[in-house]
């Protein structure tokens, strides 16, 4: 069974800090990996895709990827109120069919 | 980023009913449209994944008869919840990919459906 694990939260940081979230995930194979942000009610919308091992930075956000380690992360640096919502790491398998394996996904809260 | 739209937005029907919902990729060609499902505070589940002028696959446990797809041109699929139950109730979502690999899931705005 091919996973992607995160931490469910919430993980809750004070305005201006930096909230840090993970994901691994087993398949050796992935190509492609995602952030997406969703709010409440809402669907998902892409944060940042990353490719290569390395960091990858735009805006606030930061996105990290170890393949050795089958680990990515995603960095928001002076978190705002509004960053508030449930971020979502997805990968792609290493079948190319565009199919993307979510995890459960890691609530941020961000605290006036 | 793409446009992918749903519709409707959000449904209301007796149990029993059928409902379709429509999702459109307004400005490029999906080869591929994928619909997920996701219930309160839970993750999206992969119900299927739908290519042009083909059958959809569907993930395990998703049942194929009553969950009907079309997925007719590029740019239009439709979802069918035939004889709808309460236990139906949900957030439908969604997303077209491009066909290149490495490209993004473009996701639609999701339809809420509530069977009574």
């Known amino acids: 069974q091919k996973e992607v694990e995160q931490n469910s939260g919430p993980l809750s940081v004070p305005e201006g800090a930096i909230a840090s979230l993970n994901c691994t995930y087993s398949?050796?194979?992935?190509?492609?990996f995602f952030w997406y942000r969703q709010y409440s009610g809402k669907s998902p919308e892409l944060i940042m895709s990353?490719?290569?091992?390395g960091d990858k930075e735009d805006g606030r956000f930061t996105a990290q990827l170890n393949k050795a380690s089958q680990y990515v992360s995603l960095l928001i640096r002076d978190s705002q109120p509004s960053d508030s919502a449930t971020y979502l790491c997805?990968?792609?398998?290493?079948?190319?069919?565009?199919?993307?394996?979510f995890g459960q996904g890691t609530t941020l809260q961000v605290k006036p | 980023g793409a446009v992918v739209s749903q519709h409707p937005s959000w449904v209301i029907c007796k149990s029993g009913t059928s409902v379709k919902i429509e999702c459109r990729s307004l400005?490029?060609?999906?080869?591929?449209m994928f619909w997920y499902r996701q219930f309160p505070k839970q993750s999206l589940m992969l119900m299927a994944t739908?290519?042009?002028?083909?059958?959809?696959?569907?993930e395990q446990g998703v049942e194929k008869d009553k969950f009907l797809i079309n997925h007719a041109s590029l740019t239009l699929s439709t979802l069918t919840v035939t004889s709808a139950h309460p236990e139906d109730s949900s957030f439908y979502i969604c997303?077209?990919?491009?066909?290149?690999?490495?490209?993004?899931?473009?996701f639609g705005p999701g339809t809420r459906l509530t069977v009574t």
């Open positions: 997303s077209a990919w491009g066909g290149w690999p490495g490209d993004e899931q473009y």
């Open positions: 398949d050796r194979g992935s190509q492609s």
């Open positions: 990353i490719y290569s091992n």
């Open positions: 997805a990968v792609s398998g290493s079948s190319n069919t565009g199919k993307l394996i």
């Open positions: 400005d490029f060609q999906a080869t591929t």
């Open positions: 739908s290519n042009e002028g083909s059958k959809a696959t569907y």
